[in-house]
């Protein structure tokens, strides 16, 4: 029951993120509406964390770790090492390269970016929270004049033989997008730079989409003979540049 609630509000607080940064600018009401939507469940998210907790401790609690899996999308940026807490969890990670899920306990993380093979002082730290259960994408992003570490939280429901999508925008130069249906559908409106949107469950099969600046028919980016296989979960990140080298490009990533 208490699990199930944390997921709910869970994906119901980033729905009404996404509807509040839609909004933020053409429509100060709903922005409103919608922001303080995403607070409430925040808040009812938080309470049923620590109502999870006051059950449990009659016992000796039961230890449910977190996943997390660090991804390297500064288009610009070399070779880095990652520590979570002083301790390094990856080394010598690249452009578009990414590590599989490891389990970390619940708890706020330090995490610290160094070129690889340099100790010195790290070039950027940041302070992420880790929830118990969760699954989270720790991106290191933007580029070398202002890297950024990015933590987005990773569904791993999916009914059987369906598929699940979501479109996250990382490249640091390119403007608000929608991701398109071929038809004109838009299946993604309105993401901006740093914004991962809701996933939306789907029919396996092939679907041709395309990067589109916001409002417009201004292609960036084909996805031609996109293709979702079923009992998938699927992340689609813009990564790179939209006006300079590496250029933009489709990154695919799966729970």
């Given at each position: 029951m208490f699990e199930r609630n944390i997921n709910q509000y869970a994906q119901e607080a980033a729905m009404y993120k996404q509807l509040a940064c839609y909004y933020k600018y053409s429509n100060s009401q709903k922005y409103r509406e919608f922001y303080l939507k995403h607070?409430?469940?925040m808040q009812k998210l938080v309470n049923?964390?620590?109502?999870?907790?006051?059950?449990?401790?009659?016992?000796p609690p039961q230890v449910y770790p977190a996943k997390v899996r660090l991804l390297h999308v500064a288009p610009n940026v070399e070779a880095l090492d990652i520590y979570l807490n002083n301790q390094r969890v990856l080394q010598n990670i690249s452009?578009?390269?990414?590590?599989?899920?490891?389990?970390?306990?619940?708890?706020?993380?330090?995490v610290d970016i160094y070129p690889t093979g340099i100790m010195e002082s790290p070039i950027f730290s940041s302070i992420i929270p880790i929830m118990s259960?969760?699954?989270?994408?720790?991106?290191?992003?933007?580029?070398?004049?202002?890297?950024?570490?990015?933590?987005?939280?990773?569904?791993?429901?999916?009914?059987?033989?369906?598929?699940?999508?979501?479109?996250?925008?990382?490249?640091?130069?390119?403007?608000?997008?929608?991701?398109?249906?071929q038809g004109n559908?838009?299946?993604?409106?309105?993401?901006?730079?740093?914004?991962?949107?809701?996933?939306?469950t789907v029919s396996p099969g092939i679907l041709e989409l395309e990067i589109r600046e916001t409002g417009t028919n201004n292609s960036l980016l084909p996805l031609s003979s996109t293709k979702l296989d079923s009992n998938k979960v699927y992340t689609i990140y813009a990564v790179g540049f939209a006006s300079k080298e590496p250029k933009l490009e489709p990154l695919f990533l799966t729970n």
């Open positions: 607070i409430e469940s049923v964390y620590h109502q999870t907790r006051s059950v449990q401790q009659p016992q452009f578009k390269q990414y590590s599989d899920y490891i389990s970390v306990p619940q708890g706020q993380y330090r259960r969760m699954a989270y994408t720790i991106a290191v992003g933007g580029d070398s004049s202002r890297l950024q570490v990015m933590s987005f939280m990773d569904s791993t429901y999916l009914p059987y033989g369906k598929a699940k999508v979501r479109f996250t925008h990382v490249s640091p130069d390119a403007p608000t997008v929608d991701l398109v249906i559908d838009v299946m993604f409106p309105s993401v901006s730079f740093k914004q991962a949107t809701e996933y939306i």
